[in-house]
């Protein structure tokens, strides 16, 4: 009776012990998972970004090589017409 009582405990021991492998095992295979997801994503976020920065580059420099008449008009007289009023001391609000 003791000895099969001792077979048992160590049978189940045993299986204890292989369930606790396997869940780690799993657990370890989570976390790679969503490591490889993590990575994944920060790529695409990082491709997006540079995608972002690009069109924005060729944008400005395509502004900053021929800047629009209309717009350096208007900010080099609104610079004058201010710089005019703060000079003048007869002017009041």
């Known amino acids: 009776m003791q000895r099969?009582?001792?077979?048992?405990?160590?049978?189940?021991?045993?299986?204890?012990?292989?369930?606790?492998?396997?869940q780690e095992h799993e657990r370890?295979?989570?976390?790679?998972?969503?490591?490889?997801?993590?990575r994944k994503i920060r790529m695409k976020e990082r491709e997006r970004r540079e995608k972002e920065r690009e069109e924005w580059e060729r944008q400005y420099s395509r502004h900053s090589r021929?800047?629009?008449?209309?717009?350096?008009?208007?900010?080099?007289?609104s610079r004058r017409h201010s710089r005019s009023r703060s000079r003048s001391p007869h002017y009041r609000h």
């Open 4 to 22: 099969a009582l001792n077979r048992q405990f160590k049978a189940d021991k045993k299986a204890a012990q292989e369930k606790m492998m396997q």
């Open 28 to 38: 370890q295979e989570r976390e790679d998972e969503l490591r490889a997801m993590a």
């Open 66 to 77: 021929s800047p629009s008449p209309r717009y350096s008009r208007e900010h080099s007289s």
